[in-house]
């Protein structure tokens, strides 16, 4: 039974920041892409950061130069480092693994960043 379990969210202010975690049990988790989207009120949901076994990464435009996405293959978890935050960030935030070169995807259920005065 694969699970992606996330932790770190919550409410921030302006400029502020929080870590994301992504811990995942039931797969091999060095042969996974893991990444993260999120999902805004009334938006579509677009893909944040995704790194690869070997460390190679993908950033959007939008947070390029404020979030840092890292894994910890030992520790089977993914991390997203979130710096500089704005009010745009707000948004439900998911993990997903994805065997690479493959279609077999696993979702996280989601945690909610609030960035707000």
């Known amino acids: 039974q694969v699970q992606l379990v996330e932790s770190g969210g919550g409410l921030v202010q302006p400029g502020g920041s929080l870590r994301l975690s992504c811990k995942a049990s039931g797969i091999v988790f060095s042969a996974f892409t893991m990444g993260w989207y999120r999902q805004g009120p009334g938006n579509q949901r677009e893909q944040v950061a995704n790194?690869?076994?070997?460390?190679?990464?993908f950033y959007a435009e939008s947070v390029k130069g404020r979030f840092a996405i890292s894994r910890d293959n030992a520790e089977a978890t993914v991390y997203l480092q979130m710096d500089n935050l704005k009010p745009e960030d707000t948004a439900l935030y998911f993990c997903?693994?994805?065997?690479?070169?493959?279609?077999?995807?696993?979702w996280g259920q989601g945690l909610q960043v609030t960035v707000s005065s």
């Open positions: 997903k693994a994805r065997r690479t070169g493959a279609e077999e995807t696993y």
């Open positions: 790194i690869g076994g070997g460390g190679g990464k």
